[in-house]
């Protein structure tokens, strides 16, 4: 690492986050893989091998041809930010071979971004990989590290400093989880070891990427999207599933808070994984936690089931489930903000928080009631700087397809015509609101 590399890292005195033209951010977010389309990457793999339900990507919704109307469209519902993530895939199709039509391709969708008054959110890394990333530099291996490094320097260059809002990983601990100890999306591993190496190398590939956006986008804040969930005993008196659901909550969502507040990490996955881990950067490397919140577990003790749990959601506040069945559990965000906050001490954003509801009869009373949730913990004093809705399209969900329709705006696969749902309405007003009231721009 270069002296003024190493400098940049250890010195993140000069970002400002809350930004102090904007104060809060209101606006949307899509991932590259789920809307983009035509993007050969791991999870391409995946899908051909029968590893999903609900149908392959394809296509998705053509916003790689279509980023500027998606923009234009998030614009129209209000927002001042928009997230988005680049394909690692697409910018570097080969080991070391970048495409600059790619790279360039994106700096054209934040020129649009700038231009349209929307902060731009960028993440690097949205769990897929380049065909060629598992085979050559996995990340049980050092090289990932390097690899991400070399990506992350080509992509923050490209996007130049207007970009000054990075998460550098979306949900490690989803990747760590879902690839390497349930074996249930790419590299499909379920394997401790593996595990723990990974969790080693995705973090210093944070501190890496962290370092390279600092000296590319001087001032930029650099957080990370974790997801955070609640964690609910089945039977509510159950010893055992209080101890569990209890532990769910310190692993889940706190390990991952803990490694970036203290640089350690010494979590017990049952039911044999041990991750345990330093890396001293990590704390200096983040500048806010980005939270993706959705729903409420329950959690019931039970011998013979992977983890010694079953894992459940229940309809218990009596709004509902959504399409693909979670509970929707507004005072929920409340609490994993107040969370978040405790564990780390640095400013939060609510990268990801929505519903899977085609029918769009609950997105309205969903949106109300978690804004009035983010609005409480932030008269509470925890520092909150945006709400980033998922989605502004309907999109591909990973293993469920095709299926559940995140959307604000619905979108035919047909014609691949965009058309707001009601609740966009919702969505405008209560951000004209809140940015009313945060004193930031719209
Ligand atoms: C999050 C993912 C996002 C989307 C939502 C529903 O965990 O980050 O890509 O799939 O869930």
Redesign the pocket.
Known sequence: MSPLRRRALETPASVLFPFPDRPFLWGVAV?HY?VEGDDACDWTAWEAAGRTRGGACGPAVGSWARYEEDAALAAALGANAFRFSVSWSRVEPRRGRFDGEALARYARLVDRLAALGLEPVVTLH??THPPWFHGETPWTSPASVDAFARFAREAVRALGPAVRCFTAL??PF?LLLGGFLGGEIPPGLSDARAARLALDNLLAAHVAAAAEIRGACPGAAVGV?H?MMLFAPDRGRHPLDRALASRARRVYNGGLLEAFATGRWDLWIPPFARLKGRRDGLPSSLDFVGV?Y?SRLHLRAGLGVPGLARFGYRDRTGRGLTDNGWEVVPEGLAEVLREASAAVGKPLLVT?N?LADGSDARRASFLADHVAALSAVHAEGVPVAGYLH?SLLDNY??LDGWGPK?GLVEVDRTTMARRPRPSAEVFRRLGERLLAERGSKG
């Open positions: 991932s789920q949205h769990y979306n949900e989803v999207a997801n993706n959705y990801e929505g998922w969900e990973w995140f």
